[in-house]
């Protein structure tokens, strides 16, 4: 058991957010509610190299490597997870036959629940993805409510995570149709995938000063529209030379971006391959 | 819904979805090896596989007729650096050529002119001053300071940071990047790579604000072979990666974390890492220190370098002052006097103000000394292990051992058989 810190030491130990001592194992503040843990961090990609602690920066690999013990920074993981992908899990909802209204609250109880429970730590080996962890918790919690549970209404404690559903509904309504439920949850997390990688890498060359460069290649990342390199030299005031180059390190950043945001959901990067078969099956007619 | 369809695979398409891009050949596209036929000529290959090749000095020389380039000290992710005279100064310095690719990049040349007259402006003892900037033929270049020491990289590995170098390393750092960032400069690629320490034990940080004029963005060393999946950035802030329009100077304080970390600890802070006082001998205050500046949210790490420097300093000195005491009789303070109008007489010191003023002065001197004695230790100590300093040729530790035990058997054997002799 390791000693207190405020016993070991002359100084004050304190919450960052809050002036209250605690103990600097990995713990969360109590004050007041705060929900703010005094952890180290994870990295928004893949550690790439040997052995399986290497892994452990991405978001799903800490949640899978929680055990028994420190769950604080697997429960932060499993946050940040959840508050990247809850559309896919609206959409699943919707396709269920819930109606609008209800969904908002079916969604934020649903990760209410997961949160607050430590199922995260019983997720059996065969089930090494977060995709395919959430989707069965859904199946699970929506059968629950169907057998008398009460969904948490609006206004009803505090939300689990920080949601602007004011969209959602619009962006469901303009989504093709796609009856099976499990099947539109795939295909929506394929594309919560590929935004979050889009919006990640214009981003990043906008803050770089490149956004017109952007703005003019990207649609070379499926292949162009055709135009060619000389097309995009005139408009860019460059040459085709430099267009291909620039090219080909937007198509390798892009890579980059999206098999990283892939492996933050994948226990091991032996399965990022198989994750992109399956999400690309989930896009087919 | 729109009606629009890929030509290449017939999906349809929609404005709301993949910013009106095929979702299925965008997934294509991040599947499976990359093409090689995907690579121009010229481009940067995976790492490992090519590096961008540096120009010769020859081909060099013809277009900076007032350096004297004398050799190539390193190739880099942005370009190569060279070790040169200024024949007019006679003063030694580093030339930086950027790499061919990242100048050709369309609208370099205008970036590369805002940025670069700003960090030209930049003069701290703690960042490696730029004295001229431009482009001449098809090369940009930087001008700069040299600095004759090693990097923090070579200094981690030769495990040659005590924690009171790494203090010491650390304050510096964190002056450097105060004053930068007073100026509305941030770095954005801190790392153990860019910061060099001279003999004399003073840091210097390299390539201030350039990741910026490049357009790079940090990698890691780390690939597979198979994948080229995006490693993590060591020493990268979240919000670099999640949020880049966001980043602002506190990702600086995050990666001046991480090299906090590794100096004290040899390792990075991955994933479920140990607070550094768990896996060396420090002082556990430093542990909420460094953790707070690896916060993954800005706004709970400490907001400025100096906050940083403060806390690191005072953790520092109280060490120091509970400590047996082996150091002179503490200075008594002395205020400086207020500055009185110029018309009027400055009075003479006195005896005693002049005695306080030459013992304060005295402590200075002795703790820079140790400062720098300290870290001027590692560095030499560092250069050693990498070959730098020519020194004695040194035999291995085992080798010694090995030698001596053979000495002694053979003094042995020599005692016994003149024992027997007579």
């Keep these: 058991m390791r000693r207190s810190f405020a016993r070991s030491t002359p100084g004050r130990a304190r919450c960052l957010g809050h002036s209250r001592r605690f103990s600097p194992t990995l713990r969360p503040c109590k004050s007041n509610g705060c929900r703010e843990f005094r952890t180290g961090s994870y990295h928004g990609g893949v550690e790439t190299g040997s052995g399986a602690d290497q892994f452990l920066t991405t978001r799903w690999s800490i949640v899978r490597a929680a055990g028994g013990q420190d769950k604080t920074l697997a429960r932060a993981a499993l946050a940040s997870l959840c508050q990247s992908y809850w559309y896919p899990l609206y959409a699943f909802v919707r396709r269920k036959g819930v109606a609008a209204q209800d969904a908002e609250d079916v969604v934020q109880g649903f990760f209410a629940q997961v949160l607050a429970n430590d199922n995260f730590l019983r997720v059996a080996p065969e089930k090494g993805r977060f995709r395919s962890y959430l989707l069965v918790c859904a199946q699970n919690h929506l059968a629950n409510l169907r057998d008398g549970e009460k969904a948490q209404k609006r206004g009803e404690g505090r939300a689990a995570l920080d949601i602007d559903f004011s969209s959602a509904d619009t962006r469901f309504g303009l989504e093709a149709t796609v009856e099976d439920p499990n099947r539109a949850f795939e295909r929506a997390w394929a594309l919560a995938l590929l935004e979050r990688a889009l919006v990640g890498l214009e981003q990043e060359y906008r803050a770089s000063d490149r956004g017109a460069l952007f703005d003019v290649l990207k649609p070379e990342l499926t292949g162009g529209t055709g135009a060619g390199y000389a097309s995009y030299a005139a408009r860019l005031d460059s040459n085709e030379a430099a267009i291909k180059v620039a090219v080909h390190r937007l198509r390798k950043r892009y890579r980059e971006r999206l098999r990283a945001e892939i492996a933050q959901t994948v226990a091991d990067e032996s399965e990022i391959e198989a994750e992109i078969r399956d999400l690309f099956a989930a896009l087919g007619p | ?422």
């Excluded at chain 2, 290449?8 to 093409?35: F, V, Y």
């Excluded at chain 2, 380039?69 to 950027?98: D, F, H, P």
């Excluded at chain 2, 870290?375 to 090995?402: C, N, Q, S």
């Design chain 2, 1 to 422: 819904m729109t009606s629009l369809s890929c030509p290449r695979c017939g999906t349809a398409l929609a404005e709301n979805q993949a910013q009106g891009l095929c979702p299925r050949c965008l997934l294509e596209a991040a599947g499976g090896p990359q093409s090689q036929a995907d690579l121009p000529a010229s481009a940067d290959a995976p790492q490992g596989s090519r590096r961008p090749s540096a120009p010769t000095i020859e081909q060099l020389a013809v277009f900076f007729p007032s350096l004297q380039l004398e050799s190539l000290i390193a190739v880099g992710g942005m370009g190569a650096v060279y070790r040169a005279t200024q024949t007019s100064l006679g003063r030694t310095v580093a030339l930086k050529i950027l790499h061919g690719e990242i100048a050709s990049e369309p609208g370099f040349a205008e970036r590369f002119q805002r940025e670069a007259r700003t960090l030209a402006t930049l003069s701290h003892p703690g960042i490696v001053t730029v004295h001229d900037f431009g482009s001449t033929g098809p090369h940009f270049y930087f001008v700069m300071e040299f600095v004759d020491g090693v990097n923090l990289r070579q200094m981690i590995r030769a495990k040659s940071v005590p924690s009171a170098a790494a203090l010491e390393l650390v304050m510096q750092i964190c002056d450097a990047l105060q004053y930068a960032h007073d100026r509305g400069v941030v770095h954005r690629d801190i790392k153990p790579e860019n910061i060099l320490v001279e003999r004399s034990g003073r840091v210097k940080i390299l390539d201030f604000g350039l990741s910026k004029v490049v357009g790079a963005q940090p990698k890691s060393p780390l690939l597979t072979r198979t994948h080229q999946v995006m490693g993590t950035p060591h020493y990268m802030a979240p919000e670099q990666w999640e949020k880049p329009l966001e980043v602002d100077h506190r990702a600086d304080i995050y990666a001046l974390g991480v090299v906090f970390y590794e100096l004290l600890t040899g390792e990075l802070p991955l994933g479920r890492f140990a607070p550094p006082s768990r896996k060396v001998l420090i002082d556990v205050r430093l542990d909420e220190v460094v953790l707070r500046t690896l916060d993954k949210e800005p706004r709970l790490r400490y907001q400025q370098a100096s906050e940083l420097r403060s806390e690191v300093e005072h953790i520092s000195s109280s060490a120091v002052a509970e400590a047996p005491p082996a150091q002179p009789p503490p200075i008594p303070s002395i205020q400086p006097a207020p500055p009185l109008p110029p018309e009027r007489e400055v009075p003479p010191p006195t005896p005693g103000q002049r005695r306080a003023a030459r013992l304060l002065q005295r402590a200075r001197e002795r703790q820079a000394a140790s400062r720098e004695s300290r870290i001027g230790a590692a560095v030499r100590k560092t250069e050693t292990a990498v070959g730098t300093l020519g020194g004695p040729e040194r035999l291995p530790g085992p080798m010694i051992g090995l030698i001596v035990y053979f000495g002694m058997c053979m003094a042995l054997i020599v005692v016994v058989l003149l024992f027997y002799s007579f």
